[in-house]
């Protein structure tokens, strides 16, 4: 079993940055990868950044360029930094933990909100 907690969200202005943080309850190397997903109102849970334990990255076209996903092996935590926000990135970031063929583990999620 795996337990996600989510940090780090907050109000911010367009152009600004935030860094969302993902504890995890046990290590990154032995979960496999971890993966940020976001919720606007009214839409669906979208993939916004992809990390493995052998430190490969992904992203959504959306945000590539101004976010970036890393880990803290140590601390058992993924890193999403935002960077040049928009009022679009405004959503509730979970992030989210495989459980082989199974449904996976989720987070309960961190609020972004980008004023313009």
């Known amino acids: 079993q795996v337990q996600l907690v989510e940090s780090g969200g907050g109000l911010v202005q367009a152009g600004g940055s935030l860094r969302l943080s993902c504890a995890a309850s046990r290590s990154i190397f032995s979960i496999g990868y971890i993966k940020w997903y976001r919720q606007a109102p009214g839409k669906q849970r979208e993939f916004v950044a992809r990390?493995?334990?052998?430190?490969?990255?992904s992203y959504a076209d959306s945000v590539k360029g101004r976010f970036t996903i890393s880990t803290d092996n140590a601390k058992y935590t993924v890193y999403l930094q935002m960077s040049s926000l928009k009022p679009e990135d405004t959503a509730v970031y979970y992030c989210?933990?495989?459980?082989?063929?199974?449904?996976?583990?989720w987070g309960q999620g961190t609020q972004v909100t980008v004023s313009s």
């Open positions: 989210y933990a495989p459980r082989g063929s199974d449904v996976g583990y």
């Open positions: 990390i493995t334990s052998g430190g490969s990255t």
